[in-house]
């Protein structure tokens, strides 16, 4: 499998990694646990069985589009198979409409992940994991986790700066898109 993830600019990888080491800190799920070198703050935007080097192509096509905002928001919860807490990615249109393209691209060109309902175009969550358990629960009032500098819901800005890709088989990651600003 492979995702196609946005990356964020170096002060929110900073801010991002703060809150993994609070986390953690506080003995609770983090993925600061994650210590393989390909673990970094991301936004996934698809996943696809296989990306041909057409695929690839279009996509540093598509991702010209980066830089852009980034905004995020306060803090989620997922329960599924496991246990989620992540930062709320506020999309703006630039976002959302780099989303669909991207999925579009997917569709005519390689075998989209259709079955996860948090990647597909009008159902997509768009978010910043933190920590994941199976029986992870986080007490409390948990925005005194967010990092100093966001606001008083969570609030943060930056860019989106960078792209890759994913792949879960190999545990590599390769650039995608414009070298990162």
């Known amino acids: 499998m492979h995702s196609i993830e946005l990356l964020p600019d170096e002060a929110t990888d900073r801010a991002v990694r703060d809150v993994w080491r609070v ?39 598509a991702l010209a589009a980066l830089p852009l905002a980034l905004h995020l928001g306060g803090l989620l919860r997922f329960s599924e198979r496991s246990n989620v807490l992540a930062w709320e990615v506020r999309p703006d249109d630039a976002l959302l409409e780099l989303h669909r393209d991207v999925w579009r691209l997917l569709r005519r060109t390689a075998a989209v992940d259709r079955a996860n309902p948090l990647l597909t175009p009008g159902r997509w969550v768009p978010h910043l994991t933190l920590g994941r358990g199976r029986d992870a629960l986080w007490p409390g009032s948990e925005d005194r986790w967010l990092p100093r500098g966001a606001g008083e819901r969570g609030d943060w800005s930056g860019r989106w700066t960078g792209a890759r890709s994913y792949d879960s088989t190999t545990r590599t990651t390769a650039r995608l898109g414009p070298e990162p600003h």
């Open 23 to 61: 986390l953690a800190a506080d003995g609770l799920p983090s993925q600061a646990a994650h210590r393989h070198p390909t673990n970094r703050p991301h936004l996934t935007l698809a996943t696809a069985d296989d990306l041909p080097a057409a695929t690839r192509a279009a996509l540093d096509r």
